[in-house]
């Protein structure tokens, strides 16, 4: 199993990005049961859970709600992070991680950096 994330970048604050995890060698049944999720980690600090993703509820971190979105196109086994109206606090590398079939799967990092 391989996770690929990608559309990172800087913008300004205020600004949108759309990162996605594509997901290979996993199948579409195990892929739209699994647990879904973004997480980030700014310097110096913890890896922190920004959007968690189910077959049934999403999650949010109290920081990103009415701001972020997290989707997924099972056909493409691809997870999606939608994020509005960034802030400057938003700057971290962010990971996606997948949780099928009792086994956790993280991707590489995409930095994210918004400017005041």
């Known amino acids: 199993v391989q996770l690929q994330a990608s559309g990172g970048g800087s913008v300004q604050a205020g600004g949108s990005l759309k990162l996605s995890c594509a997901t290979s060698g996993i199948i579409w049944s195990s892929f739209s049961a699994g647990r879904m999720g973004w997480y980030r980690q700014a310097p110096g600090q913890q890896r922190e859970l920004v959007a968690e993703?189910?077959?049934?509820?999403?999650n949010y971190q109290d920081s990103v709600k009415g701001r972020f979105t997290i989707s997924k196109n099972n056909a493409k086994r691809t997870v999606y992070l939608q994020m509005n109206s960034l802030e400057p606090e938003d700057t971290a590398v962010y990971y996606c991680k997948i949780d099928v079939n009792s086994r956790t799967y993280w991707g590489q990092g995409t930095q994210v950096t918004v400017s005041s």
């Open positions: 993703l189910t077959s049934s509820s999403t």
